[in-house]
């Protein structure tokens, strides 16, 4: 009886834990294809793809728009004070709501595609403007 | 995002490496942080120019594996203690059978190693546990060490890589490392289960064969009666 009730434990214990199984399994794959569509999306330079903990340095660097572009564009002045701050806390620094900052940042980059149109503005991959091509660009 | 992560990851790029050396040492010893993500997102800084990769690797290795060596000391200072009284005391004993603990130690030297090194990368939120565990089960340092630093280096060496190669998309790996590292545990424990029950039905089919050998005897010895009627004298009238 001890080792039927054993086994029957056993059991029931091997079909959660399957089902756990299958349930992060399938999970996994979920994850796997959204970052594979992420990835697709942030390689084109989508703008939908800024997230909160981006810094303003990144985005310039990986949406390749001048930092000093993207600063003036959000009114701020004190560049440095800024620097290493992810959006979310710049959001609280700046005292306005995180998504209308991302909202904002993603006008910004548009604006300055659209006034700067290049083949390098919608690669990951294409090589960043110089300095100095980026002083003479700012407006 | 959740707020903490996000606070956490302020204070590395506003700190730089003394933040990340502490927040992954606090995680080493057993607190429940996201320190995979924040490597991640660190690779992701270095990639762009913030971080140095290197520095950011040996920092990383350095401050999780002093986070566990922390863990291990103390488990073997008052884990093993701990364990020693509960075997003692009466209290104890109630649930702790006799050479229980000498049997845990002698499993644990056999297979603690795998524990130890996958517990660094693979599932890492056994890692804490892990560490008090050896420590507890007086696990061989030298052997603790050296599992510890090759899980850490993979430990460290995956999150970041990944990172630095896919930048602004860490937080949906971070998302597939959870997932895979949940499902990894389930199948690890599919497996632990599985191993279970074919030995108890082992066990089933070798007590099934042993259990007419007693039954013919038993049977034998109750039959006997039945056959020889019993005598008059036995106080039972025999049957017409």
Same mark, same amino acid.
């Given at each position: ?139 | ?64 594996? +002093? &986070?566990?060596? $922390? =863990?291990? @000391? /103390?488990?073997? *200072?008052? #884990? ?69 630093? +090759? &899980?850490?280096? $993979? =430990?460290? @060496? /995956?999150?970041? *890589?990944? #990172? ?70 036995? &106080? ?5």
């Amino acid at each position: 009886m001890n080792a039927r009730l054993k086994l029957m434990g056993t059991g029931i214990l091997l079909c959660l834990a399957l089902g756990l199984t299958v349930f992060c399994a399938v999970q996994t794959v979920k994850d796997i294809q959204s970052f594979e569509q992420n990835h697709k999306l942030a390689s084109s330079g989508d703008v939908s793809t800024i997230r909160s903990w981006m810094t303003v340095p990144f985005i310039s660097h990986f949406y390749h728009v001048p930092e000093g572009y993207l600063l003036e564009s959000l009114h701020i002045t004190n560049e440095l004070s800024v620097r290493h701050v992810p959006l979310q806390a710049l959001a609280g620094h700046i005292k306005r709501p995180l998504n209308s900052l991302i909202h904002d940042i993603q006008h910004a980059i548009l604006n300055y595609r659209k006034q700067y149109p290049t083949p390098t503005a919608n690669s990951r991959h294409a090589k960043e403007p110089s300095p100095g091509t980026v002083e003479r660009k700012k407006p | 995002m959740s707020v903490f992560l996000s606070a956490l990851l302020n204070t590395v790029q506003q700190y730089g490496y003394p933040a990340l050396w502490v927040s992954i040492f606090i995680a080493a010893v057993g607190l429940p942080l996201p320190i995979v993500l924040v490597l991640l997102a660190a690779g992701a800084f270095a990639a762009l120019g913030q971080f140095n990769i290197i520095l950011l690797t040996a920092i990383s290795i350095s401050a999780s594996v +002093a &986070g566990d060596n $922390l =863990g291990y @000391l /103390i488990g073997r *200072l008052w #884990g093993s203690k701990a364990l020693s009284w509960l075997e003692r005391s009466s209290f104890g004993k109630r649930f702790i059978k006799p050479n229980s603990v000498a049997r845990s130690r002698l499993y644990f030297k056999k297979r603690g190693g795998w524990a130890i090194f996958l517990s660094r990368f693979l599932v890492a939120a056994l890692g804490g546990i892990i560490n008090l565990l050896s420590g507890t089960e007086l696990y061989p340092y030298r052997y603790f060490l050296l599992f510890d630093i +090759a &899980g850490e280096t $993979l =430990g460290a @060496l /995956i999150p970041l *890589l990944l #990172g630095f190669a896919f930048g602004a998309s860490w937080d949906a790996i971070g998302n597939v490392i959870g997932s895979l590292s949940l499902f990894t545990l389930g199948l690890l424990i599919v497996i632990f289960l599985c191993m279970r029950l074919l030995r108890y039905a082992r066990g089933a089919q070798k007590s099934r064969q042993s259990s007419p050998v007693i039954q013919n005897t038993l049977s034998a010895a109750e039959v006997a009666p039945m056959i020889d009627p019993p005598s008059p004298s036995s &106080g039972h009238l025999p049957l017409p």
